[in-house]
Every structure is written in C-alpha cells, then in structure tokens.
C-alpha cells in the first residue's frame, strides 16, 4: 500500500535515510538539529541504530566548529596516543577521542524521535520511494542509501578486518593514552596490529586488526590472539563487556565514474557512497562533512542530492590518488610478513605530516618527504604496483 499523500501530490518527506549507521545517522541528527521544520524519516531494520561499533577520530581531522557539534556523541577523549612496532615506539601528544555506537544510539534516537522507525526491513528502495518488507511503499523527494559497502567490480580492494572485545580487567591496566597501532605482535600472513583504546582505569577495548588481501575472517583466532595480547601484558580479563568486528575496505585502484554511473541516481552516503579513508578506512570525518554539507541545502530532490554528493565523492577520490597509490604498495610490493616496516617507518616521519595523513590532506611536501629516501619494499615491485591504475590491472588473490 502506498502513503497517503504520495499519489499524484506532494511526498509524505522530504528525505528518507534508510540504514541508521554512522553516515546517516549523522545526516539525520544535524538536520533534526538545524532545520527541525523539514520532513526527514530514517529507517533502520536493526532494533538500534549505529550497530555494534566503535568509530574514532584524530582532532586534526575535524574543525573546532565540527568537533564541537559532535561532542555529545564522544564518549572517550584523550590528548595524545602511542604507537609500537618491532624497532620502534612513539607518543604522539595529538588529541584523540571515540564514539561508541551505544552512546551515538543513545543520543540520536532520543533527538530523532518519530523521525526513527526501527525494525524496519525494507524490501526495495529507488531515488524517490521506499517499499517496506510488509507491502507499505514510503515518498520523499529523495532516498539516501546509507547500508554500507556496495559490492562492485568498479574498484580493486584490500581489506582491514577486525575483531574487538571490551573487556573489564581484575586490575588497573595502567595506560593513559590509547595504543592506535602495536605491530610489535607476530604478523599472521598480513600486516597486524593490536588498537587498544583504555576507557577507565579497568575497562579496555582490545581490537586485533589485518590488513590482508581477502575479506575472509577466522574469529576464533582473533579472539586467541587477544587473549594472548591480554596475557602477555600481564592483564587478567574479569568480564566480556561487548564484542565487534568488521572488515573495511581499503582501496587500491577504481574507476570512479563507472562506480557512480552503476548506481543510477541513486542518491547513497557513507561508505556506500566511498566516503572513507581509503588507507584507515576512518570515516566519520567523512561523514560529519557530508553532513554537515547535506544541512545547506534548500533542494532535496533526488537529482540534487545524488549530484551534490557525487561531487563530494569525486573531490574525495582527486584528493586520495596518492593513498591509494601507498595502498598498493602496502599489498602488492612485499612480503604480506612485512608490511610493518612501511608502517613503522611512516612513524618515524614528522608528527604534522602525521596529522596530515590522517585527515587524508597531505600537501606535495608531505608526499615527497613520504617517497624519499630508503623504501620499506622492493624498488622494481613498488614501482610496477605503482603503475597499476585500473582494478582490472590488479589480479584478485586465488
């Protein structure tokens, strides 16, 4: 059955989100908050939105006007963080904060209000209507897809997977500032890190993440392998608080204007739309931009929109040609064992080239400082992974 409103008149909304995860939950909330007169509804099929996550973010990453609107959903904040490889440790005095995707649920279902249905599978969805699971077809002016990565022969990838676990310990753990890599740990036929961000003094988030060639994942090893971690630190896990996992896309090489002419108009955000990091997989630095841009509007149509944000994909993707290029020098030009040099020899590199990295903003200084000198791999390999542009260049592990 169709909405009432939606034959032949105007659209029961002006803008249908469906998927409540990171992207448009962010969207939903910044145009609850500063244009509470439009019609927004956003649609998530799950009984919360936000998932089961944890997304963080360096202060470089955001403006103070940006990290200031976002403070609310912050659950954790620190002033610096440290890194470890196998020849090398760094602290790096640099803000760094996390938003827990139950405190993101928290906050932005209570504001959204009857703007969220949850619970809400949908069975089709186009530009402009939505058709739910039991029959009832939604209109808007436009639709914005937000479920996440899309499957495509458009782009050539790599993948960081993970597996996390929130942890309450017997004892104070004794960090004071997150551990965002140590690649000290044995390496597992990728390059590994354990992310450790300290909530209190006894709850821990434990994270084993891979950047590897296949999505495939084996949790039971990345659960040994925290156990391991957790042991060899001399830490005693008293309670599992939470448990996540993930495998992000890490990009590189795509034919940018083949992926946006498959989704025919279909206006999408996230990492749908190929708004990430493509050598962290971050996002919501991604994600507070478009949102923040999505809250100018005075069109809603799904042309506009689908427009507006394939342009904000297209500079993303003019401004990350040189990550992608680290990308395949990182997969194609070594030994998978070792992939931690590249890393740890990215650490020892100024802090503000650093921060720049991070906020995918590097200027040429900062490019030629990272080509300079020694290469962590192979001169002829990084060289021909160099000159793979094109995802049909790049052969997809057996």
Request: hydrophobic share 40%; with cysteine; net charge positive.
């Amino acid at each position: 059955m169709d909405k009432p409103g939606a034959a032949g008149g105007e659209p029961a909304w002006d803008l249908i989100l469906v998927g409540g995860g990171l992207a448009n939950g962010l969207i939903a909330w910044r145009l609850h908050t500063t244009r509470p007169t439009l019609r927004i509804l956003l649609l998530e099929a799950a009984g919360r939105i936000g998932g089961n996550h944890t997304w963080s973010f360096h202060d470089g990453d955001l403006t103070d006007e940006q990290r200031q609107w976002l403070a609310p959903l912050v659950s954790a904040r620190w002033p610096r963080y440290d890194v470890v490889f196998p020849e090398f440790a760094r602290t790096l005095d640099s803000g760094y904060a996390s938003v827990t995707s139950g405190e993101f649920a928290r906050v932005i279902e209570a504001a959204l209000g009857p703007a969220l249905r949850l619970d809400t599978r949908i069975e089709t969805l186009g530009p402009t209507s939505v058709t739910l699971a039991g029959g009832e077809t939604l209109h808007a002016h436009a639709v914005i897809d937000g479920r996440g990565v899309r499957a495509t022969s458009r782009l050539a990838l790599g993948y960081q997977t993970f597996l996390g676990q929130e942890v309450r310990l017997a004892a104070p753990h004794g960090l004071t500032a997150p551990i965002i890599m140590d690649a000290s740990v044995e390496q597992q036929g990728g390059y590994r890190f354990v992310y450790v961000l300290p909530f209190d003094a006894h709850s821990l988030l434990i994270e084993d993440t891979h950047y590897v060639d296949s999505g495939a994942w084996e949790p039971e090893r990345l659960r040994a392998n925290i156990a391991a971690y957790a042991q060899a630190r001399g830490w005693r896990i008293a309670e599992l608080l939470r448990e996540e996992h993930g495998s992000l896309p890490i990009v590189l090489a795509g034919d940018f204007d083949e992926y946006w002419r498959d989704l025919a108009g279909q206006p999408c955000a996230g990492l749908r739309a190929g708004l990430f990091h493509s050598t962290t997989g971050y996002s919501l630095p991604h994600a507070v931009r478009l949102a923040e841009r999505i809250a100018t509007f005075s069109d809603f149509s799904a042309p506009r929109l689908f427009a507006a944000i394939r342009d904000e994909a297209g500079k993303e993707w003019r401004q990350q040609r040189f990550f992608r290029l680290l990308n395949r020098m990182l997969f194609l030009a070594g030994s998978p064992d070792k992939r931690w040099r590249v890393m740890q020899r990215f650490y020892r590199l100024p802090s503000g080239l650093i921060a720049h990295f991070y906020a995918g903003r590097l200027s040429l200084g900062d490019k030629a400082r990272l080509l300079t000198g020694k290469p962590p791999v192979p001169l002829l390999a990084a060289f021909s992974a160099a000159c793979k542009i094109h995802p049909r260049q790049i052969r997809k592990p057996e």
